[in-house]
């Protein structure tokens, strides 16, 4: 039968506390350090176990902070992190990995990492050795760092499995322990690739319209901007960004005529700009033709722009028409 070894820190006193409890979750030779606001306060309990190679640990306990550092050398380690009560954050390479209950994550145990436990929680995670997964290196990687669960689906059966695991454990027989660890590889694998497919990618076309999107956003000011120049920029013919436009409600072409009559309308309309006079206002924003710019101005909003000045300006209202199509 399965073994579990539990350290209450109620047991001893609150100075040895954070530093039993650095050692208890710690693993390998880099060593946990635990954070608190009130350590002599800090309370909780560690529950541990093995199921074959894989280590469980159960935490009860206030809200605190585990720091680790990055490895030095040995077999790769994967955690996973069921959440079961309370909110906590996984920290690493920069991004963080929001935990609510039903949720769990993963991650790589021998980079630098951070877990806090935001109230009291009560958490269960396993430690699985990498090649246990079954997962090549890019697999594990696009495993990590993210939050699964909370809804139905095979990750939220992992949660599951996870927490019944440790309810049931101490009733397994020991001759059946590399098999549930098993599982716990074969359902992580399932729920990744789940979540993968959820995950549908961005097409290539839109990820295109969205970078001339911002260019042309950035560049409004600029009376040289133009179909020719951004697609110069982007590497590819104009018949192709027209293409990428195909399906919206306007072309690119009016959509920088579009952004550029937005700009100067609120611009008008600014103190900052009202020593400006009309032309000045729709040549700061790439107009080169004050005709031009007052023809499109009216058939856009409806009116001139000098007329549309002074009526925003009086505090009447301005009736936008609807854009073009």
Request: hydrophobic share 40%.
């Amino acid at each position: 039968m399965g073994n579990i070894a539990q350290v209450d820190m109620r047991d001893l006193s609150p100075n040895e506390r954070l530093v039993r409890w650095g050692e208890v979750i710690s693993s390998g030779r880099n060593r946990v350090s635990v954070q608190t606001d009130d350590s002599l306060a800090f309370s909780g309990t560690i529950s541990v176990g093995t199921l074959g190679p894989v280590r469980m640990l159960r935490v009860e306990a206030g809200p605190h902070r585990l720091e680790r550092p990055p490895g030095n050398g040995g077999p790769e380690i994967i955690p996973i992190l069921i959440q079961a009560r309370g909110a906590a954050v996984m920290s690493q390479d920069g991004m963080d990995v929001h935990l609510t209950p039903g949720c769990w994550t993963a991650w790589t145990a021998n980079r630098a990492h951070a877990i806090t436990s935001l109230t009291d929680v009560e958490q269960y995670a396993v430690l699985v050795p990498a090649p246990w997964l079954g997962l090549r290196p890019h697999e594990i990687r696009a495993m990590c760092g993210r939050a699964y669960g909370g809804q139905p689906g095979l990750a939220n059966l992992v949660f599951h499995y996870i927490f019944q695991l440790f309810q049931q454990y101490e009733g397994l027989d020991t001759s059946v322990h590399s098999d549930m660890a098993d599982i716990i590889g074969h359902l992580v694998r399932l729920a990744m690739n789940e979540a993968q497919m959820q995950r549908q990618p961005v097409p290539m076309r839109d990820t295109l319209r969205g970078r001339v999107i911002d260019y042309v956003r950035h560049r409004l000011r600029d009376p040289d901007l133009s179909i020719d120049a951004i697609a110069e920029k982007f590497g590819c013919t104009k018949r192709h960004l027209h293409k990428v436009f195909s399906d919206e409600a306007v072309t690119l072409s009016q959509f920088i005529w579009q952004e550029r009559l937005e700009r100067c309308r609120e611009a008008l309309v600014d103190p900052a700009h009202g020593g400006k006079s009309v032309t000045e206002i729709a040549f700061m924003w790439g107009f080169n033709n004050s005709s031009h710019f007052s023809k499109i101005f009216k058939d856009r909003f409806g009116m001139p722009p000098g007329q549309w000045r002074l009526t925003a300006l009086a505090g009447r209202d301005v009736a936008l028409p609807a854009p073009l199509s």
